[in-house]
């Protein structure tokens, strides 16, 4: 395995750090301000798409499209988009400005490899041209949906339409108000092979009988101005040309689209972990305590060499499950997808609550941005499938493997 960036990702890097020194990094303190007003709640951050125009004038959008979709790509591969998104990592709300922010970015490569030329017509261009927002709605509070084949909404064909029936939570991104479309995971047929009982369908937000009940907080803290929204589908109707692939189909599309949606999430969070190390530096070596320097405290010594080695494990880890997807597909790197998936995201908990601890009372307040690393670390362990659910299917084919 070679991990050496190219002349071209090379270049791609530099100007991203450019990019985020000149125009992001000196708006994080704007943007934490606008975010913790609540009678902003809702509404879009008033700089955003003037940084969007930037970014993609500066050729530094849609990134982490694998293929080449044409002037709104670069068609990078899963390995050259690593570092990139570790460095968009390092501020949570800067993907959106390179449009590389979930879950538009799994949205669009479902439409990208499943939809039709009109779907494309409709929503993909927009989504990638980054004048909408999307959502994916399939966890339900009824079920346990770390096993989706549980999910219990209903897709029933009538006519020339699908009726969609269901009640949906953690709908992120929905509460956005340029959320203009989602993609919708139930079940066609509830007697089918157990696989084979689930579809997805595209709803626009605006459809008649969807209707957002609440969004919920993570933490106490609701997401503005994107939110996680439970939702409530009564009789919504849609054309029969909506479903995705075909009836059945909705597992293959999801296995397609959670891959890198994975591999995204841990790129982002080595990010968010190499920033809080070096905040973590920084701050020890500016504050004395005891007549000493914190830096100098065999205890701290050991929080930053741990966390330097976690980091550089589970960095080396994600480039080696992203050069195997390059290679074998989402499929062929499922068991790498899922170490990552266990690996990473414990990994940042961790080095960002050492780097809390290291800041004594500032760690936890927004003065820093370890806090809310701290906080995505620690959701990214439930979300695109719980810890215990990787480890059960890794133990099971590692078993497989030996066994066999
Ligand atoms: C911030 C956030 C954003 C999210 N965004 C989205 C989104 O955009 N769209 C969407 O559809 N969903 C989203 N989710 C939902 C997320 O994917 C689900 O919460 C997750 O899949 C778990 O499903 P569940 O909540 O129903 O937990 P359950 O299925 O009820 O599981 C609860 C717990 O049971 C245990 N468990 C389950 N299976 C096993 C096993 N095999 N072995 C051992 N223990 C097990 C685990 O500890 C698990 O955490 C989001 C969640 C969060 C927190």
Redesign the pocket.
Known sequence: MNFEYTDKVKGLIEQLKTFMDDHIYPLEPDYLAWVSNHENDWKNWPPMEDLKEKAKAAGLWNLFLPANYGDLSPGLSNLEYAPLAEEMGKVQWSPEVFNCAA?DTGNMEVLAKYGSDADKEKWLKPLMNGDIRS?????EPLV????ATNIETSIVLEGDEYVINGR?W????IMDPRCAVTIVMGKTDPNAPRHSQQSMILVPKDAEGMEILRPLP?FGNVDSPHG?GEVLLTNVRVPKENLLLGEGRGFEIAQGRLGPGRIHHCMRLIGMAQRSLELMCKRVAEREAFGRYIKDFSSIRQAIAKSRCEIDQARLLVLSAADMMDKQGSKGAKELIAMIKIVTPMMTQKVTDRAIQAHGGMGVSNDTPIAGYWVTAR?IR?????D??HM?QLGRLTVKEHTS
């Open positions: 879950p959502a994916f709605l399939m966890t346990a949906s770390s096993d949906k953690w709908s992120s991104g993570v996680h959701t439930l979300a695109d499938g719980p215990e659910v059960h």
